[in-house]
């Protein structure tokens, strides 16, 4: 069956870098995405991954290892507002359906 | 473009009645999906369509679920005979294939927020 787990919880402070793994294991497997979604918001895209490697965007990067069925989303110069859930979604199959983790919230103190 | 949209934003009802929702997806996006999401928890897919057609559908949508997207364009999810663990957070995305960078992602709207009582 599908499996995608992420830690539930991280903190950190600001100014810092943390680093969000993500392990997975699905079929039809299409790429990995990642989303960051605050409170009652609507999750929003932060990074792709199809090929094995680094994707560097800004603050943020994001690596995918196919054969070891694993990810990590790096944040960097944590800011007050990186305060939210980051999801990892593995796309599926012919129509691209995203299945998730359950999301690691990460909390930036001051 | 403003983005995806999904109306009711709240909807609180009792067990047993009858709810629809509805979502307007970014324009001439072709993939239209419906996902549900409960406190603390990632999204779950629930079905997709391509334009009109209704390709797939999670185990998750019992038959008090149905999804229709008539003309391509907005799509609308009914829920009959709630209950109250269909309480939950509505998403809806749309992507489009041809347009899409490199990602193709999807584009979630900000949701519709089901209480049943």
């Known amino acids: 069956g599908q499996n995608i787990d992420q830690p539930t919880e991280m903190t950190a402070t600001e100014g810092a870098i943390v680093q969000i793994n993500c392990t997975y294991q699905?079929?039809?497997?299409?790429?990995l995405f990642w989303y960051q979604q605050h409170a009652g918001e609507a999750p929003t895209f932060l990074s792709y991954?199809?090929?094995?490697g680094l994707e560097e965007k800004g603050r943020f990067s994001s690596f995918l290892s196919r054969s070891k069925g694993y990810s990590y989303l790096l944040l960097k110069e944590l800011q007050m507002k990186d305060s939210a859930s980051y999801l990892c979604?593995?796309?599926?199959?012919?129509?691209?359906?995203?299945?998730f983790g359950g999301g690691t919230r990460v909390l930036v103190k001051p | 473009d403003t983005g995806v949209s999904q109306d009711p934003r709240h909807k609180i009802t009792k067990r047993g009645q009858n709810v629809t929702f509805r979502c307007d997806p970014i324009?001439?996006?072709?993939?239209l999906y419906w996902y549900r999401q409960t406190l603390g928890q990632g999204p779950e897919f629930l079905t997709y369509?391509?334009?009109?057609?209704?390709?797939?559908k999670s185990r998750l949508l019992s038959d008090r679920f149905s999804a229709e997207r008539p003309k391509g364009s907005f799509s609308t999810l009914e829920i009959q005979r709630t209950e109250q663990g269909d309480s939950a957070m509505y998403l809806c995305?749309?992507?489009?294939?041809?347009?899409?960078?490199?990602?193709?992602?999807?584009?979630f709207g900000p949701g519709t927020r089901l209480t049943v009582l």
């Open positions: 995305a749309s992507s489009s294939p041809q347009e899409a960078g490199p990602y193709n992602e999807q584009f």
């Open positions: 699905t079929s039809g497997f299409n790429g």
């Open positions: 991954n199809v090929l094995d």
């Open positions: 979604a593995a796309a599926q199959g012919a129509g691209n359906k995203l299945t």
């Open positions: 324009s001439e996006h072709n993939r």
């Open positions: 369509f391509q334009n009109e057609a209704q390709l797939e």
